[in-house]
Each structure stands twice: as structure tokens, then as C-alpha cells.
């Protein structure tokens, strides 16, 4: 389904491209060596160069550029040999230099793409740039009537901000780009992509046209929305918005607005300024950044595997449907945790696992997949006890609430609850022989041909049994007894 606008006018489609901070995960900051540690009390991570005294000059933070590479790898984009640090001048009171230091120029990272699931397949949204910049610091105005306070700990942490092209036509498709964004940069380690911490921050642009304009209409901008489902009302709002005003005739002016969720509007907050306003400059302390191909290559060398290699391999390698292994890896841990579970083991019940038992426990519990009590190998010598029939499916689910419960290995709990299954045909014989002479008038049904009741007794071994016993086995055998007291 095509996302459109029905107005008076016509069709109107979106026109939305987003702008995606993403703090870099980095011992230190990206120009001083105080550490970039999140959470710590106010200032107390914060050098002279950060608080903008005099005489200090900023150290190029060589991890950094790395990461911001590393990224632009996962992005599929052209890497730049050379880029240019430059300054962009305003005053706020949690910016104490008076200007950030940015590329605005000669960005580390140039074209790239992003490929995102729709309706009608697959996508490909074009990433512009990712540059590398410095993070301002943090007003607080809610802990006092008539002061605000300012935290310096975020002044000065690198960041990424990565610039889409205006492609994104729906707002499905701007959360499935920042989900694959946001699983990429973790795979990478390059940012923890915590939305609601901060870590990874979303500007969103947003205009509308009618269908079969080329042009673009004016757009608007929203601020720092934290989360990928506010992204999203945020951009089908806002669309909206601008159709009615176009449609009653009226005009909007372009400018930067707040997404406010919890009375779910977009509001005004300033007029759009530009490039120009900023006075930008190249940073005379900051000399041009000049890599190697060398260098740039030894990074690609030790990339780890993305998220859509790693998808393309569980299908071919490991036979697991398209949509198990699209869960699997949208998240890092979880794939990792399924891996090592699969190792020597039936990938697809491993798989099921996975998603049903492991996860339906894990959400109950509020843990991540990194603190399961069921540690990956335990849940495959699970799937393992299956598969060579040592107990049946059934029972697997109680051992796995007892795995879950007490971080036991699945063959001790086995082994202490007495829950193998039997597979003594004899002792399995002699069992169903009991039922039936305790049953001789549904026996006598059954031979008068009314097979439906044959279920009743398989219900009946499995009860005796505990659910020990494999139900094909017990099928075989209880039409083997039957024939004999038919006999
Ligand atoms: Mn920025």
C-alpha cells in the first residue's frame, strides 16, 4: 500500500528524509581526553578544552574516526580520504566554546544507501553524508522554578549525524530505516542506538506534493524525537498537517518544530535558519584529515558481519525461513545467542525456541537475551534431548520452565524428575494392555468400528505414562493390542 494524502487537490504523497545523531562509543571525547561515559553526576567528565577556557587545543580522537568509517562501511557508502573540521558558530549556554565543531564541507563519509523492507519489496534509501561532530552539552530547565543548570559531561562527545536524501515516501518506512540503522551501528559497536537514552537521536524533514509534481514543496523540521514509533506519528502528523493547510489555501512558513508525544502535536519552535547563519569556517587548529588506503582497508578487513549478510546466511546455510531469520538478527545478542545454541543442532526447532519458549520467558521476567538463566548451549542440549527422542516435545517445555528457573542443565533435570521418555516397548505393552482390559466396552466399539475412539486411548497412555511415552510409539503399539483382543 502506497502512502497517500486524499485532499480536494488530488494525491498527495510524502516527501521525508531524516538527520540521525548517533553518539560514538569511545572511551574519551572526540577532541579533549576527558571520558565519554554516559550516566556519570553532572560534570564530572569535563576537561578545560570542553568548558571552552583558554589556550587549549583539541587532539583528533584516532578511535573515532574509526568508528565514524566503520559506519560509513554498514551505510555501503564511500569512504572520504580527505575531509575538513570546521566550525559552526552560535551561543547557547551548554556550548561553551561559542561554536561546534562539525563538517560541513568535506564530511569523513560520503554517498551510501540504506535498504528497507516496504509493502511492495525492498527499497533503497540513499544516505547523503555522514559527517563526524562534537555533542553539545546538556540544559536542564525542569529542576528549578527560574534557573536552568548545565551538565558539560555530553560537551565535546563525538557523534555521527547521518543526512538521508529526502527518499523515505512513508512513515513505515522511516522506522524500518532507523531499525536497520540502529541494528547495524550495534553490530558494528559503534553506537549503542539507545533512542530513549539520547545515544542515537532522530531530526526528522518533512514536505508534501501531489502526485506527479517533480519539484519540492517547502519543508519542515522535527526536532529530536526519541523514539522510532514517535518518528513515525511524528512524519504522518506533520504530513497531514501540511496538506490542510495547502488545501484550505493557506500558507506555512518553513521552520523547526517540536514533536510533543503525549499530546501527540507537532508545535513551532523557531524559524528554519541555514547554513549560512552559522558562519561557517574551517577550524584553523584542526588540520584536514588525510587517510590511507591502507588504513582504511585494514578496517574493512576486520569488519564484522551485518545484519543482512548474517539473514542471507541463516536462509542458505542454516534452512531457516525467511521471517525466522529476519527476527534473528534484528537484534545482535539475538543472533548471537542463536548461534551458538544451533552449533551441531536442528536450527529450525532451535529457531522456534528461540522465539517462542526463550522469549515469551525473557519477556515475562523483563531480562535481555544477554541475561538468560537458559545459557545458548543449555537450550541446544534441550533441542538435542528432542531430537534423539530422549523426551518428547511435551515435556521439553516443562524442563525448559525448570532450565529458566534454576539455570540446571537439561539432562540433570531429566535424570532427577525421571522424565525420559520410554522407549521399553515391552513395559510400554504391558501398560496399554492394562487400559484396554480396564476399557473392554470401548474396546468393543472400536471393533464395532468407531475409530474415533482410538484418540480416548492414546489420551489414556499418555496419562499414565507422565507424557513419557513418544505418542507415534504409543499409536503403533495400541493398534498392535488392539488387533490382539480382536483376535
Ligand atoms: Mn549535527
Not at 561532530?133 to 565535546?156: C, V
Not at 587548529?285 to 588506503?293: C, I, N, R, S, V
Not at 576486520?302 to 545484519?307: F, H, K, R, V
Not at 526463550?358 to 545458548?376: E, G, H, M, R, W
Request: hydrophobic share 40%; aromatic share 8%.
Amino acid at each position: 500500500m502506497t502512502y497517500r494524502i486524499t485532499g480536494k487537490s488530488g494525491e498527495w504523497e510524502l516527501v521525508c528524509g531524516l538527520e540521525v545523531h548517533c553518539q560514538i562509543i569511545s572511551e574519551s571525547k572526540v577532541f579533549s581526553g576527558a571520558s565519554a561515559a554516559f550516566g556519570a553526576a553532572p560534570n564530572q567528565h569535563v576537561a578545560f578544552l570542553d568548558a571552552g577556557f583558554p589556550g587549549q587545543l583539541p587532539v583528533l580522537n584516532i578511535k573515532c574516526v574509526e568508528q565514524c568509517i566503520k559506519t560509513g562501511m554498514g551505510l555501503n557508502a564511500k569512504i572520504n580520504k580527505h575531509s575538513v573540521f570546521d566550525r559552526k558558530n552560535y551561543f547557547y549556554g551548554d556550548l561553551p566554546t561559542g561554536y561546534q565543531i562539525t563538517q560541513l564541507f568535506y564530511p569523513i563519509v560520503g554517498e551510501g544507501y540504506i535498504e528497507v523492507e516496504t509493502e511492495d519489496g525492498k527499497r533503497k534509501i540513499g544516505v547523503e553524508r555522514l559527517h563526524l561532530e562534537q555533542d553539545a552539552g546538556k540544559s536542564i530547565h525542569d529542576m528549578h522554578p527560574t534557573y536552568s543548570y548545565l551538565d558539560f559531561n555530553r560537551t565535546g562527545v563525538g557523534l555521527m549525524e547521518i543526512v538521508s536524501k529526502p527518499d523515505i515516501r512513508s512513515p513505515e518506512e522511516a522506522g524500518d530505516y532507523l531499525r536497520k540503522l540502529r541494528a547495524m551501528v550495534r553490530y558494528l559497536g559503534t553506537c549503542d542506538g539507545n533512542m530513549d537514552e539520547g545515544s542515537m537521536r532522530c531530526d526528522i524533514n518533512v514536505s508534501v506534493r501531489l502526485v506527479g509534481e517533480t519539484e519540492f514543496r517547502h519543508r519542515v523540521e522535527i526536532k529530536n524525537v526519541n523514539s522510532v514509533k514517535f518518528v513515525m506519528q511524528a512524519i504522518d502528523l506533520e504530513a497531514h498537517r501540511q496538506v490542510e493547510l495547502y488545501e484550505a489555501g493557506e500558507s506555512f512558513p518553513q521552520e523547526t518544530r517540536l514533536f510533543d508525544a503525549a499530546s501527540g502535536e507537532t508545535r513551532s519552535m523557531r524559524s528554519k535558519e541555514n547554513a549560512l547563519d552559522y558562519r561557517y569556517f574551517p577550524d584553523p587548529d584542526l588540520p584536514p584529515l588525510e587517510l590511507t588506503d591502507e588504513y582504511i582497508e585494514n578496517i574493512r578487513k576486520n569488519l564484522p558481519e551485518l545484519p543482512e549478510a548474517k539473514r542471507l546466511r541463516f536462509i542458505e546455510q542454516l534452512g531457516l525461513p525467511e521471517y525466522d531469520a529476519g527476527i534473528l538478527v534484528a537484534d545482535r545478542d539475538t543472533a548471537a545467542y542463536f548461534e551458538k545454541a544451533a552449533q551441531g543442532q536442528d536450527a529450525k526447532k532451535v529457531a522456534n525456541w528461540v522465539m517462542g519458549d526463550l522469549f515469551a520467558a525473557l519477556n515475562k521476567d523483563c531480562l535481555a537475551i544477554t541475561q538468560s538463566p537458559v545459557a545458548p548451549e543449555q537450550l541446544g542440549a534441550l533441542v538435542g534431548l528432542i531430537t534423539q527422542g530422549v523426551i518428547s516435545g511435551k515435556i521439553a517445555k516443562e524442563v525448559f520452565e525448570e532450565m529458566f528457573k534454576t539455570g540446571k542443565n537439561p539432562d540433570v533435570i531429566v535424570k532427577e524428575k525421571g522424565l525420559e521418555q520410554v522407549s521399553d516397548t515391552g513395559a510400554i505393552e504391558a501398560m496399554i494392555a492394562q487400559i484396554l482390559a480396564d476399557n473392554m466396552d470401548k474396546v468393543a466399539e472400536i471393533h464395532a468400528g468407531k475409530d474415533k475412539l482410538k484418540g480416548w486411548f492414546v489420551g489414556q497412555i499418555m496419562k499414565a505414562s507422565q507424557g513419557k511415552v513418544n505418542p507415534g510409539l504409543a499409536n503403533q503399539l495400541l493398534d498392535k493390542k488392539l488387533a490382539e483382543t480382536k483376535a
